[in-house]
């Protein structure tokens, strides 16, 4: 699968001369959906303006489609998609025209079934008529994202699309995602919703002080760093580890009612069956056993947690 977008060494360092993104590279691979994870003021919101043109780097380089944001502006603001977080809309305008107003932007013919399509799929279709003023906090959202994508965008950079939302409209979303990337529309997408990013990403990016620490494929991330668990709750609580289970590491939880054991899941052996049979030596009497995994959530602040 090749890359449509393309980052090399990008760099943004403002007045003042606060560093909003280092040495940043990235490939983005064609029909992906990419979740760019990371704390507030990571720098998430620079790293997509800066790709879509509305920020200049102050050195490096990125291009869409092989076409470059800085020398080549116009095709490759043309590839692209966004809906930012802001809502910002013109509100005496009619939903239907300000959809169709942003297709004719990019010097695309008028095409009344395509809107009509893009404005059923995000439940807009009885509202095209409507004054954008009059319209909920949710159904405004909405039509940022049919104006992101009027125009048939090959790329489309959502960020933190579902803040504020409701379910449905989450939902109605994420639906329309997948089928954006169905028809081969490369997703990158920002969100403090990290069970979305588990749920619908193929590959997880993590960001921290204008930095990009990883970019894995979900289910390798989740695979190598994952942690499970194994809680062992106790009839009878127990002031300290008994004598003997020292080489288990285990710690002393729910104010000693419970052992919690953890373990690789890949690894040949997990340790377990020793474990239950070192705790029946030691007279440990065992109410309950549970597991638990690593969710991507987990995983996420313990890689932020150790950013210096």
Same mark, same amino acid.
């Not at 979305?196 to 997880?204: F, G, S, T």
């Not at 285990?250 to 705790?279: F, H, M, N, P, Q």
């Not at 309950?288 to 690593?294: E, K, L, M, N, P």
């Given at each position: 699968?090749?890359?449509?977008?393309?980052?090399?060494?990008?760099n943004k360092t403002y007045d003042g001369g606060f560093e909003a993104l280092k040495h940043v590279s990235l490939d983005i691979k064609e029909g992906?959906?990419?979740?760019?994870?990371?704390?507030?003021?990571?720098?998430?919101?620079?790293?997509?303006?800066?790709?879509?043109?509305?920020?200049?780097?102050?050195?490096?380089?990125?291009?869409?489609?092989?076409?470059?944001?800085?020398? &080549?502006?116009?095709?490759? !603001?043309? +590839?692209? %998609? $966004? *809906?930012?977080?802001?809502?910002?809309?013109?509100?005496?305008?009619?939903?239907?025209?300000?959809?169709?107003?942003?297709?004719?932007?990019?010097?695309?013919?008028?095409?009344?079934?395509?809107?009509?399509?893009?404005?059923?799929?995000?439940?807009?279709?009885?509202?095209?008529?409507?004054?954008?003023?009059?319209?909920?906090?949710?159904?405004?959202?909405?039509?940022?994202?049919?104006?992101?994508?009027?125009?048939?965008?090959?790329?489309?950079?959502?960020?933190?699309?579902?803040?504020?939302? &409701?379910?449905?409209?989450? !939902?109605? +979303?994420? %639906? $329309? *995602?997948?089928?954006?990337?169905?028809?081969?529309?490369?997703?990158?997408?920002?969100?403090?919703?990290?069970?979305?990013?588990?749920?619908?990403?193929?590959?997880?990016?993590?960001?921290?002080?204008?930095?990009?620490?990883?970019?894995?494929?979900?289910?390798?991330?989740?695979?190598?760093?994952?942690?499970?668990?194994?809680?062992?709750?106790?009839?009878?609580?127990?002031?300290?580890?008994?004598?003997?289970?020292?080489?288990?590491?285990?710690?002393?939880?729910?104010?000693?009612?419970?052992?919690?054991?953890?373990?690789?899941?890949?690894?040949?052996?997990?340790?377990?069956?020793?474990?239950?049979?070192?705790?029946?030596?030691?007279?440990?009497?065992?109410?309950?056993?549970?597991?638990?995994?690593?969710?991507?959530?987990?995983?996420?602040?313990?890689?932020?947690?150790?950013?210096?």
């Amino acid at each position: 699968m090749s890359a449509i977008v393309q980052i090399r060494d990008l760099n943004k360092t403002y007045d003042g001369g606060f560093e909003a993104l280092k040495h940043v590279s990235l490939d983005i691979k064609e029909g992906e959906i990419l979740a760019l994870l990371g704390p507030n003021g990571a720098g998430k919101t620079t790293l997509i303006s800066t790709i879509c043109g509305l920020v200049s780097p102050t050195s490096g380089s990125v291009s869409i489609g092989g076409h470059d944001v800085v020398g &080549d502006y116009r095709e490759a !603001r043309r +590839m692209i %998609g $966004l *809906v930012p977080q802001e809502i910002h809309l013109e509100p005496f305008s009619r939903v239907g025209a300000a959809v169709a107003f942003t297709r004719g932007l990019f010097g695309l013919r008028r095409d009344d079934s395509m809107i009509e399509q893009v404005l059923r799929d995000l439940s807009l279709w009885d509202k095209k008529d409507s004054r954008i003023f009059a319209l909920s906090g949710g159904m405004k959202r909405r039509v940022l994202i049919a104006k992101a994508i009027a125009h048939e965008p090959r790329v489309l950079f959502l960020d933190e699309p579902t803040a504020g939302v &409701d379910v449905e409209l989450r !939902r109605e +979303m994420w %639906g $329309l *995602v997948e089928k954006l990337r169905a028809s081969g529309v490369t997703i990158i997408l920002t969100t403090h919703y990290i069970d979305e990013a588990e749920a619908i990403a193929d590959r997880i990016g993590v960001i921290n002080n204008g930095e990009l620490l990883l970019v894995e494929d979900k289910a390798a991330l989740l695979a190598r760093l994952g942690k499970k668990e194994l809680k062992i709750d106790l009839r009878d609580p127990i002031s300290a580890i008994p004598l003997g289970l020292e080489a288990y590491n285990l710690v002393l939880s729910d104010e000693g009612r419970a052992l919690v054991y953890s373990y690789d899941t890949k690894g040949e052996r997990t340790g377990i069956t020793g474990l239950l049979s070192a705790l029946q030596t030691a007279g440990a009497q065992l109410a309950d056993i549970s597991t638990h995994q690593s969710s991507l959530e987990d995983i996420f602040v313990g890689i932020v947690k150790d950013t210096p």
